[in-house]
């Protein structure tokens, strides 16, 4: 694993033989305290530390899944201390991801709210490919004493707006985290696909109209 204290664009990753490694950029937003960088470390390490600090990073993790391998970047965001939600969400960030996860605690409200500008904002602005999938975490399940939005709420909402969701413990299991970042990278290989195909058919379409263009002349 490879930790990169500024966020670096131009990431990169070769194998031992010296071939590029596929690669899936995955981008955690969401208010703080909500536990974006638990899930990052549990998915990493599969351990829970406890503390974090605040500190943004971009992890760089090689995944193996049906024995393919896969250059996965994580930007475990901060959100930014004293700022409207509007200006949360910074266009590097957005130009950045091939995918998104957007967290919330079910013991705050407020989370909760957030991840819901958060969402409308990214549709708005449109400044992420309608294709880009987008996940949004529930955490901290295991506090259900505490708990302040309900499943169904934090279900219905994800429906609406398009896209996937979770309830997850970072702190009790390792499980719900895998879950949810294998989901993503799933979702990022279909995304991956199927931009592949549109630049295919835009390709046939330029030289249709290139063949009829050159009749016309
Ligand atoms: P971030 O600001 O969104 O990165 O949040 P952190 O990952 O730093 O977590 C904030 C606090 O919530 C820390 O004290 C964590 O130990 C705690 N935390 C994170 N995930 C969970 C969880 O699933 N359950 C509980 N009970 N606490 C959690
Ligand atoms: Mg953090």
């Given at each position: 694993m490879v930790v990169l204290d500024k966020p670096n664009l131009q990431l990169g990753s070769k194998t031992m033989d010296g071939n590029q490694h596929k690669e899936a950029n995955v981008l955690l937003l969401g208010?703080?305290?909500?536990?974006k960088s638990a899930l990052t470390v549990r998915f990493l390490?599969?351990?829970?530390?406890?503390e974090y600090g605040d500190i943004e990073s971009i992890y760089s993790h090689i995944d193996k899944t049906d024995g393919r391998e896969i250059a996965l970047n994580i930007w475990d965001s901060l959100y930014p201390q004293s700022c409207e939600t509007t200006e949360s969400i910074s266009d590097k960030q957005l130009q950045w991801a091939d995918g998104v996860i957007l967290v919330y605690s079910i013991c705050d409200r407020s989370s909760f709210e957030v991840v819901r500008q958060q969402v409308q904002l990214i549709r708005r602005t449109?400044?992420?490919?309608?294709?880009?999938p987008i996940i949004i975490v529930g955490n901290k399940r295991d506090l259900l004493h505490q708990r302040a939005v309900s499943s169904e709420e934090g279900r219905l909402f994800a429906l609406s707006a398009d896209c996937g969701f979770f309830e997850i413990s970072a702190a009790e299991t390792y499980h719900g985290v895998l879950l949810v970042f294998h989901e993503i990278l799933d979702l990022i290989k279909e995304s991956k696909a199927l931009k592949k195909g549109m630049v295919g058919i835009k390709g046939i379409v330029r030289s249709v109209s290139a063949v009829f263009g050159k009749k016309r002349e």
């Open positions: 208010a703080e305290n909500v536990g390490t599969k351990r829970f530390i406890g449109r400044k992420l490919s309608a294709s880009t």
